[in-house]
């Protein structure tokens, strides 16, 4: 939303500092209930999937302070960050992709290879469908507050 702002007003400062303000505040959310997954579930390849999701938020803070979305800054130099965020969200989702798959072959490979992911699901007693569209529902509500 403040990507989307700073674009249809490139000299406004304000949309600047949502774009670096508000992935702080995300990405040490994410980190605190990363740190807690965690705890339950000491897998390798699950802290690479968390550390990748991580590195999510703090791509907007890395572009935004690159290109100084925090002034007033032509629509140019905006269009080249947004730019900039969409080729490094693709390295990012080829990541998590790539993670994903490797998840999968391990668990396919043995029933023993990930037991604590059999362990997590009794655990949780979730309806994991419900569990997404809240999370969906969340990061809407939070993209439209900012």
């Known amino acids: 939303a403040g ?15 949502v774009i670096l303000i508000v992935p702080i505040v995300l990405s040490t959310v994410g980190w605190l209930a990363c740190t ?3 705890q339950y579930v000491s897998h390798p390849w699950l802290l690479a999937l968390l550390l990748v999701f991580e590195c999510a938020p703090l ?3 890395a572009v ?6 925090t002034r007033p800054v032509g629509r140019d ?9 969409a080729k490094v969200t693709f390295v990012l989702v080829f990541l998590v992709v790539s ?6 072959s391990d668990a396919r490979a043995s029933g023993e290879a990930v037991p604590w992911l059999r362990e997590l699901i009794a655990w949780c007693h979730v309806n994991w469908g419900r569990l997404a569209f809240a999370c969906t529902v969340h990061t809407l509500y939070s993209f439209a507050l900012t």
Do not use: Q
């Open 64 to 69: 935004g302070a690159y290109y100084r979305f």
């Open 59 to 61: 791509l907007y803070i």
């Open 36 to 38: 807690v997954l965690f």
């Open 77 to 85: 130099t905006v269009l080249r960050g947004a730019r900039a965020i």
């Open 99 to 104: 993670i994903a798959v490797k998840i999968g």
């Open 3 to 17: 990507l989307t702002t700073k674009v249809l007003a490139p000299h406004s400062e304000l949309p600047g500092a």
